[in-house]
């Protein structure tokens, strides 16, 4: 059985910056991509970013690029999220995930194990 914890989440002011970890236990880490999603209140769980079995390949949503940066550290079976320039919108429960093969993937339907959830709330 997968095990996802993530971590890192808190209050912060828009600007600011904050970096969630996600360890995993279970299986082999390094042999499958990971995803960070988020989920607002009222609203559908949206793809965050995603990065592949062996870091080399990374994808965003357009609303993160080019402040959210995703990577992962095999050896410590943890993937990382570090969230810069922070706006209110980013307000959101935030959850790993990983998937069952080795390659980046957006569609959270595709994802087989996920983590309980960290808050991240941005104030204005």
């Known amino acids: 059985q997968v095990q996802l914890v993530e971590s890192g989440g808190g209050l912060v002011q828009a600007g600011g910056s904050l970096s969630l970890s996600c360890t995993a236990s279970?299986?082999?880490?390094?042999?499958?991509?990971m995803g960070w999603f988020r989920q607002a209140p009222g609203k559908d769980r949206e793809f965050v970013a995603s990065?592949?079995?062996?870091?080399?390949?990374?994808r965003y949503a357009d609303s993160v690029k080019g402040r959210f940066t995703i990577s992962r550290d095999n050896a410590k079976s943890t993937v990382y999220l570090q969230i810069n320039s922070l706006k209110p919108e980013d307000t959101a429960v935030y959850y790993c995930?990983?998937?069952?093969?080795?390659?980046?993937?957006?569609?959270?339907?595709?994802?087989?194990?996920w983590g309980q959830g960290t808050q991240v709330t941005v104030s204005s």
């Open positions: 279970g299986r082999a880490f390094s042999s499958y991509s």
């Open positions: 990065i592949n079995a062996n870091g080399g390949t990374t």
């Open positions: 995930a990983q998937s069952p093969t080795p390659y980046t993937l957006i569609n959270d339907e595709h994802y087989t194990y």
